[in-house]
């Protein structure tokens, strides 16, 4: 199997890295080197509609502070096994939404525990040849899921998972870009980000 180049794009939530994702992959494309966008989400809004739909607030209501993580890791875990695996059948360069330290950082973020196992466990899947962090002011990234109307997040929790992302041990090797730019702007810093890479 083809060993194919992995560029990822993390940030808070409503930090806009779906979107930049999504359009990098189609960049990439069309300037002549296949792309395919992967999302490697723990499946969060699915588990809050459920929940919802019977009574409850959210999927750590429902499920507990024990079992909730539990799930939402497996959840990513699967997502992430996939996307080597077709990446690697491809030889597609492979554009990851989100990838291991973003489960890392919501636990961090939630206080849960386990975050020791989850990050011994996610050791197994390769780290990306860069990584772009999109640094959003969670005052902005919060007014941007509000306006997208799906979900809202706290205020204080968008400043712990921001806090939570810088204090990750590899953060001084992801590239920083400024994620309260004009999305033109933060696309084209992303281009730049990638391509030496891809030239190479």
């Not at 499920?63 to 909730?68: D, E, N, Q, S, V």
């Not at 636990?107 to 990050?119: H, I």
């Not at 007014?143 to 204080?156: F, H, N, P």
């Given at each position: 199997m083809a060993r194919p180049v992995m560029i990822a794009v993390i940030g808070v939530d409503g930090s806009g890295k779906s979107t930049q994702a999504r359009a990098l992959a189609r960049r990439l494309t069309a300037r002549g080197v296949p792309a395919t966008y992967f999302e490697n989400a723990g499946g969060r809004p699915l588990w809050n509609r459920l929940a919802r739909a019977l009574g409850r607030p959210d999927g750590v209501a429902?499920?507990?502070?024990?079992?909730?993580?539990?799930?939402?890791?497996?959840?990513?875990a699967l997502a992430m096994a996939?996307?080597?695996l077709v990446a690697r059948l491809t030889g597609r360069t492979a554009v990851?939404?989100?990838w291991t330290w973003c489960q890392d950082v919501i636990?961090?973020?939630?206080?849960?525990?386990?975050?020791?196992?989850?990050?011994a466990a996610y050791a197994v899947f390769p780290?990306?040849?860069?990584?772009?962090?999109?640094?959003?002011?969670?005052e902005v990234a919060q007014?941007?899921?509000?306006?997208?109307?799906?979900?809202?997040?706290?205020?204080?929790?968008?400043?712990?998972?921001?806090?939570?992302?810088?204090a990750l041990p590899e953060f001084p090797?992801?590239?920083?870009?400024?994620g309260n730019a004009d999305p033109d702007e933060v696309a084209a810093a992303l281009d730049r980000a990638v391509s030496p890479l891809i030239a190479g």
């Open positions: 429902l499920f507990g502070r024990t079992l909730y993580p539990a799930l939402e890791a497996t959840v990513r996939r996307t080597v990851l939404d989100r636990m961090a973020a939630r206080g849960d525990r386990g975050r020791r196992a989850v990050r780290r990306p040849a860069v990584v772009c962090f999109l640094a959003t002011a969670p007014r941007r899921v509000a306006a997208r109307g799906i979900d809202t997040e706290e205020l204080a929790h968008l400043r712990a998972l921001d806090t939570a992302y810088r090797t992801f590239v920083v870009l400024d």
